[in-house]
């Protein structure tokens, strides 16, 4: 498969060129940058050197055209930019930035811009989506904390179990892209935890359409900070049941829902550190009596990011999700 990114001088873009790398099916032909164009790649990213011999193109579509699929990892309101047009050209497309997670109504309410090329997609977690993206020409990768998230509680969404959910979700600082500004500055995060938008990220939106697919009167809740670290985010959900459960009864709702989920991974304790560089996202369990505690752990960049856009992609050209993707965690 011929590969294109659209905006690959970025963390995301960068990521996906390290994972493509090792793809044994895909070849990357394309790749552009406004700010980079005619440089080699590793000249922007100086951990790929030797790797590939490509230079940077403008965004333009036709210098896409002969790409089998793109990945458009761009900021938010720019994708829509791109993706019609490759879409009339028989291109498949993988969307990082959010133009097509939402309705278009809530997009614009959410991000205050205006959609001006608004297509349906299918919503990128393959654990929950994965025959309608193997049948998808367009599939917008999910946000970092709604995987995290919706993972976290979808097996007891879909039994309709959940009276209330609380998210407590604690992310690295990649999650902020890689333009500095004052909220990343070394000073003011280092030995801190920073709480933000702590009511109102523009995430929570996604993490109560998926999770209302299964179940609709549930109620969510979701507090997002950053740590001072560069990768993963660690969600603890809080979740109130509707009766009690037990820890056993737990894992065993859990290993049914998941039992064909290569990157799934019931732990008995979750770590960071356990899924640094990797595709997997980790999930522990505790019981409390009419609350559980459920406990995940992705690498925001790879599960959250590109990796699983790189699963999705595998999905979209009837490959086994995981080609490309079996990478151990880096320990310690």
């Known amino acids: 498969m011929k590969i294109g990114i659209i905006g690959a001088s970025g963390y995301t873009g960068g990521e996906l060129l390290r994972l493509l790398a090792m793809h044994p099916e895909a070849e990357v032909s394309a790749i552009s940058s406004r700010r980079f164009e005619g440089k080699e790649v590793w000249k922007v990213h100086a951990f790929l050197k030797g790797f590939y011999n490509l230079k940077f193109c403008t965004p333009e579509?036709?210098?896409f055209s002969d790409c089998d699929l793109v990945f458009t990892a761009v900021p938010h309101g720019e994708a829509m930019l791109y993706a019609p047009k490759l879409l009339e050209l028989g291109i498949k497309v993988v969307d990082l930035s959010a133009d097509y997670r939402l309705p278009k109504e809530v997009y614009e309410k959410t991000y205050g811009k205006k959609h001006t090329a608004y297509l349906e997609a299918v919503y990128g977690i393959p654990e929950i989506h994965r025959e309608e993206i193997?049948?998808?020409?367009l599939v917008a990768n999910p946000g970092c904390y709604p995987t995290g998230t919706i993972l976290a509680v979808a097996p007891l969404a879909k039994l309709e179990l959940i009276e209330r959910v609380v998210f407590d979700c604690k992310s690295g600082i990649t999650g902020a892209g890689e333009s500095p500004s004052d909220f990343t500055h070394y000073p003011n995060l280092h030995e801190s935890i920073v709480p933000y938008k702590v009511t109102d990220h523009r995430h929570l939106p996604e993490i109560v359409q998926e999770l209302s697919r299964f179940q609709q009167d549930l109620k969510v809740y979701f507090t997002p900070q950053v740590f001072p670290g560069s990768r993963g985010i660690l969600t603890n959900?809080?979740?109130?049941?509707?009766?009690e459960l037990s820890r056993e009864?737990?894992?065993?709702?859990?290993?049914?829902?998941?039992?064909?989920?290569y990157f799934i991974r019931l732990q008995d304790e979750v770590k960071l550190i356990q899924v640094r560089g990797s595709n997997f996202c980790?999930?522990?369990?505790?019981?409390?009596?009419?609350?559980?505690v459920v406990i995940s752990a992705i690498d925001n960049m790879v599960k959250g990011a590109s990796g699983q856009a790189i699963q999705n992609m595998n999905l979209m050209f009837g490959l086994k999700e995981w080609v490309g993707l079996k990478i151990p965690p880096l320990f310690p």
């Open 249 to 261: 009864e737990l894992y065993k709702i859990y290993e049914e829902f998941y039992r064909d989920c």
């Open 282 to 292: 980790d999930i522990s369990l505790y019981s409390a009596n009419d609350r559980a």
């Open 61 to 63: 579509v036709e210098n």
């Open 237 to 243: 959900a809080h979740v109130f049941l509707r009766g």
């Open 134 to 137: 193997k049948k998808a020409n």
